[in-house]
């Protein structure tokens, strides 16, 4: 199918003039490359390449282009948080807000499975929506099973195994054969489907669903039965969207990428995907079961140039390529990467030494900007015996709970938006601004807040009222902290009124806290009652950030058996291959990818001093600094 845009849409010069307003160079072959292709295809692209700006460039020609009325351009990402940084890069121009709306769809693939296939195999049964969540399923599940007398034995089952319960909670269809089945966890059930607990277990499942109530897998397990019984609607969705643009393709289950290949791989779609494999955290994928369209191809483009670090975090990098060997080159700025050796007595100490040593390497008005992060592969520790295990063991007033809490504070966030006020881009501040609350808001309540654009600016009306709070918050005095608890009072009062809904209290609390400014690099220095001004977290949700400082935590793997930064380290100090390690071994060695390729300036690994004594002079020779925290400061 011929895609229905205008010739000159990606001329050079249209391209460059777009690409400059954006601040967005576009120096490299590779890029050019992706921007002007029109045919299928792959895109590797390294951390820190610039990718999503470059989505963004090609979508917005694109849209400039698009000619048709009835077919549309169709955006998938994994996650929301990256269809709302693509959302937002398009949204700078009216020609990109046209793909908000018909004929075009931005989303997730859950949300285009659901939208297209399985929202209206349901409604064609008459079956009303409820929900479309695990969580609420697993509650109503629990309850069906506790409260009914019909699923008795089932439940006398469930009690005797100890993971029974989950076996309920968990539930899910597939399409077998052209055919809806129910299957446990693990793929499989521990009993017959037609023994008394199975049967029990599937008239559970049919009886939530005929309430409406559905895990997210279901929905994927729908939509293929759907698409299998009515071939017709393959035909129409791909006609609907004869451009297919996809987002973070490496976390895509094989479960989702079946559905896409039975809907666009026809042949008749120009589909681009676009991610990186290495960082491929989150995926079901092992490499027993891996789809003949598992991305990326073989043929697959490359971006290897990374905008975010220079050469010695480029280098280590590309040593970490786990999935695909890639050579990173690494332009930004050239940075640092530091060991710091604890030992048992000084565990506590790591993260104030690396702080200390953020200060000394990083420029204040950055580290204002973007607080450090501390990144460990665990949060609590096990039940083994060594120490340490986890983020915890380091920060013993760490409270594990990562979905009590965003990213990070509003005050970091707003900070950063003034260094782009100050810098005259007013628009990018105020979106960056409304975007964190909007996040921050979506983790404790049902109701969604509306993007920026669609805040109503009528007089009199909430939408008003928020308009004049972002303002006032990117020109206020908010290091002043009774300026900003007035104006986090002002934000408490409008998020209810513009949502519907309230917020989940305890989630906003910690977000919309006062953080002191962060004291002069003088006094700083050697101050060791200074408060802590890092964010702590785990590797897996720093994923897509860009920080100023990183510090890797050296943990326990969840066997209780090896250090995730010493096993990856002696890898390298040794010049072997990461591809040849034991699997537990590479699947730390990725997990550290992705956590060494978030900072700009500093990379800071936090090792045991007698662990990595046999490879310190490798690792030094490199150009790594070492700083002894067990010798004191």
């Known amino acids: ?49 610039g ?22 351009i169709c955006v998938l990402s994994h996650t929301n948080t990256a269809k709302d940084e ?45 929900a479309v969540d695990d969580d609420a399923y697993e509650h109503a599940a629990l309850r069906l099973l506790d409260n009914h007398r019909g699923f008795f034995k089932l439940k006398a089952y469930t009690e005797r195994r ?25 793929g499989s059930l521990p009993f017959s489907s037609t023994s008394p607990s199975g049967q029990q277990l599937i008239r559970l499942k049919n009886d939530l669903a005929d309430q409406g109530l559905f895990r997210y897998s279901d929905m994927f397990a729908i939509a293929e039965h759907h698409l299998l019984h009515h071939p017709d609607i393959v035909r129409a969705t791909a006609h609907r969207f004869p451009f297919v643009l996809l987002d973070e393709m490496q976390d895509t289950s094989d479960v989702q990428q079946h559905l896409l290949d039975q809907v666009f791989g026809k042949g008749g779609t120009v589909v681009q995907r676009v991610g990186d494999v290495n960082q491929g955290i989150f995926t079901d994928r092992t490499p027993t079961r891996v789809l003949p369209s598992a991305f990326p191809h073989a043929s697959a483009a490359e971006l290897p140039v990374s905008r975010r670090f220079g050469t010695k975090i480029a280098d280590l990098a590309s040593l970490l390529t786990v999935q ?11 940075g640092t990467i530091a060991l710091l050796l604890f030992d048992d007595n000084c565990v506590p100490d790591v993260i104030p030494a690396f702080e200390r040593l953020a200060r000394e390497t990083v420029p204040d008005h950055l580290l204002v900007a973007a607080p450090p992060r501390v990144l460990a592969s665990r949060l609590a520790p096990g039940t083994a015996d060594a120490f340490p295990q986890s983020l915890a063991c380091y920060l013993p007033t760490f409270t594990p709970n990562p979905a009590a809490r965003p990213a990070a504070e509003l005050i970091t966030t707003v900070r950063a ?29 049902d109701n969604a807040l509306p993007a920026i654009q669609r805040i109503e600016r009528s007089a009199a009306t909430v939408g008003l009222q928020m308009r004049v709070l972002l303002h006032d918050l990117l020109s206020a005095d908010i290091d002043d902290p009774e300026q900003w608890k007035a104006l986090m009072e002002r934000l408490r009062e409008v998020l209810p009124q513009l949502a519907g809904a309230p917020p989940a209290a305890c989630r906003l609390d910690d977000f919309l806290r006062y953080i002191p400014l962060l004291a002069p690099h003088a006094e700083a220095v050697g101050n060791d009652a200074a408060p802590m001004m890092s964010v702590a977290t785990s590797i897996q949700r720093a994923k897509g950030e860009t920080h100023a400082a990183t510090l890797i935590l050296e943990c326990l793997d969840s066997r209780g058996r090896k250090y995730d930064v010493h096993e990856t380290l002696a890898l390298v100090a040794q010049s072997k291959d990461v591809a040849d390690a034991p699997v537990s071994v590479r699947k730390a060695a990725q997990l550290l990818f992705v956590g060494a390729t978030r900072p700009t300036h500093l990379l800071a690994f936090a090792v045991h001093r007698n662990r990595i004594e046999p490879h310190l002079g490798a690792l030094q020779a490199r150009g790594w600094l070492v700083r002894s925290v067990y010798q004191g400061r």
């Open 162 to 186: 100890h993971d029974g319960r989950d076996l309920v909670a968990r539930a899910h269809y597939v399409c077998d054969a052209g055919e809806l089945t129910v299957t446990g966890p693990t």
């Open 51 to 72: 990718k999503t700006s470059l989505i963004g460039l090609k979508l917005t020609l694109l849209a400039q282009g698009w000619y048709s009325a009835t077919c549309g």
């Open 417 to 445: 938006s003034r260094a782009l006020l100050a810098a005259g881009d007013r628009r990018t501040a105020t979106v960056q601004t409304w975007d964190a609350v909007r996040r921050a808001f979506r983790q404790g309540a």
């Open 1 to 49: 199918m011929t895609l229905p845009f205008a010739p000159d849409t990606f001329a050079k010069d249209r391209a460059e003039a777009l690409a400059a307003q954006r601040g967005l160079e576009l120096t490299h072959p590779q890029q050019w490359d992706f921007l002007q292709s029109a045919e299928s295809l792959d895109l590797q692209a390294a951390p820190g390449s």
């Open 324 to 334: 695909r060997c890639q050579s990173i080159e690494g332009v930004g700025p050239q």
């Open 86 to 130: 693509i959302t937002h890069r398009v949204c700078d121009s009216p020609a990109g807000r046209r793909l908000l709306g018909f004929p075009h769809f931005i989303g997730t693939i859950q949300s285009f499975a659901n939208t297209f296939l399985a929202l209206p195999a349901l409604r064609s049964r008459g079956i009303d929506i409820q």
